[in-house]
């Protein structure tokens, strides 16, 4: 490998006002790293670049190459995973600059530059009446949300956000710009949807646009004395979901050090709300029913629901800044005797930790994976993520633990691994654990890629192997999860006993 130093020298000269050091341009340096999501990713790489345009990014990737440097790939800076979208020892390109967002002229697609974040694309497009499937959080970057896979407030209604893609554009190994769609090149059209940064870098994504004014939604908290009702409307939700699919719904199950134990659920409607009168206490009917404040659960303690554009219900559903983040991935059965057990072993760790100080919060995130998310993908085609096996109705979960302090780092880690070991020891024994584990959520130890299948992870090496024969996204782009490790990793290593 070559001495980064010396190519960020090379291309603090060859662009000039573009690469940013802690000795050159020291405040746009700082401000590179302060801007990652989490803390524990705040590396100092030797120079950060910001490219404008796909131009500027062949030609840097072409030299970083040619001269086997190595470099990290940041969209919104959002993962949280150790340097996978940064780097200590190299080059992080930062492609935040390209972040322009253009509906066509017939109103059926909307180019997004890999830069942007979901606030910047639902700024746009909500202002003209349109919208695309994408994060359900605002700062969440576009490119690697979507090459994750990328779940949204209407994937029941149009498949993940990777499968709304039409065309990619993509920068390769040896800085050549290519299109990939399911006409030209289509093999690494398909790759491309859920690989992450193994292929090469996508400058713009042109996705599946569709007319979308205001929608029912927000944040409705309460009072963690009912799990059982709680648990019984997510599953009837989940199974519903096929007859229903304009509802969305993320039940968060935590503990905070400042509130204690709750339960605080996201709703949204993404269906006409033109003067229905939904409201905090006027829920939509039948998604919400179990939902209902004359349901069982009971009215909300607190709430935002609302009719609100994109902008609006993505911008409040940002996590808390500056803090560290780890997350975890687990799928398994959408059934109620195994999401009740679930929550029980939830709450034992819960129990075991809550008067400890290593934590801010401690979150599990449930979420309907339903098999109506894979059918709708695969109108539009084929995607890598293996989930299409699935014929019945899953739950994502992800593990969210946040923390404050270096200090701190090891006891997190610790935690997440026997929480995840435990609750996978669990669904084994129940026939319960899927495979599959949702990249965009999984630990920095997990096997997303591997957990496609060996067919997908077959065709992604042979994408790999033909787009980019010298392996510069394999060998000279370290972070992420890489195709070298996947299939050799087990689910998560940790306690599977006291199940």
């Not at 830069?115 to 969440?140: C, F, H, M, S, T």
Request: glycine share 10%; net charge neutral; proline share 6%.
């Amino acid at each position: 490998m070559s001495n980064p130093r010396l190519q960020c020298a090379a291309l603090e000269r060859a662009f000039e006002r573009t690469t940013f050091s802690q000795t050159d341009q020291a405040e746009l340096y700082q401000q590179g790293v302060a801007s990652y999501f989490s803390v524990q990713n705040r590396l100092q790489p030797t120079c950060f670049i910001a490219p404008s345009t796909p131009k500027e990014v062949s030609e840097i990737v072409g030299i970083l190459s040619k001269n086997s440097c190595q470099f990290a790939i940041k969209s919104g800076g959002h993962g949280p995973p150790v340097g996978s979208s940064n780097i200590a020892e190299g080059v992080t390109l930062d492609l935040g600059r390209m972040k322009d967002v253009r509906l066509s002229a017939d109103k059926t697609t909307a180019a997004v530059q890999a830069g942007a974040k979901w606030v910047d694309v639902y700024g746009a497009l909500d202002q003209l009446g349109y919208a695309i499937p994408g994060g359900r959080a605002g700062n969440v970057g576009v490119g690697g949300l979507t090459l994750g896979g990328g779940n949204s407030f209407f994937t029941a209604r149009s498949g993940f956000v990777c499968d709304s893609v039409k065309n990619f554009e993509v920068v390769l190994g040896n800085g050549t710009i290519v299109q990939a769609n399911n006409k030209t090149n289509p093999d690494l059209f398909t790759a491309l949807k859920g690989s992450s940064n193994n292929l090469g870098i996508v400058t713009t994504f042109d996705f599946v646009a569709f007319p979308q004014g205001n929608l029912w939604g927000g944040v409705a908290a309460y009072n963690a004395t009912k799990p059982l009702e709680h648990l019984k409307a997510f599953v009837q939700f989940t199974d519903n979901l096929a007859k229903r699919p304009f509802g969305s719904l993320i039940l968060l199950w935590s503990y905070a050090k400042a509130t204690g134990l709750s339960f605080t659920n996201l709703y949204e409607y993404t269906g006409d709300v033109t003067g229905k009168g939904f409201s905090s206490s006027n829920f939509p009917s039948p998604e919400f029913d179990g939902f209902a404040p004359s349901s069982p659960i009971g009215p909300p303690v607190f709430s935002t629901l609302r009719e609100a554009n994109l902008t609006s219900l993505t911008g409040e559903l940002n996590a808390p800044p500056e803090l560290s983040n780890i997350f975890a991935s687990i799928t398994f059965t959408n059934k109620l005797t195994v999401l009740t057990r679930v929550g029980e072993i939830i709450n034992e760790e819960f129990d075991k930790y809550k008067d400890q100080d290593f934590f801010v919060y401690l979150s599990f995130q449930f979420q309907p994976l339903p098999r109506l998310f894979t059918d709708e993908g695969l109108k539009r085609g084929p995607n890598v993520l293996g989930v299409d096996r699935y014929t019945d109705n899953n739950v994502f979960l992800l593990v969210n633990h946040a923390w404050s302090g270096a200090q701190y780092d090891a006891k997190i880690r610790e935690v997440t691994v026997e929480v995840i070991g435990r609750l996978q020891g669990y669904l084994k024994s129940v026939n319960a654990l899927k495979e599959f584990q949702y990249l965009n959520y999984a630990y920095q130890d997990q096997d997303p890629i591997g957990s496609y299948g060996p067919a997908n992870v077959q065709k992604i090496k042979d994408a790999s192997t033909k787009y980019d024969p010298l392996q510069v996204f394999q060998k000279l782009v370290p972070g992420g999860f890489k195709l070298a490790d996947a299939g050799k990793k087990p689910l998560l290593p940790g306690n599977a006993a006291n199940v």
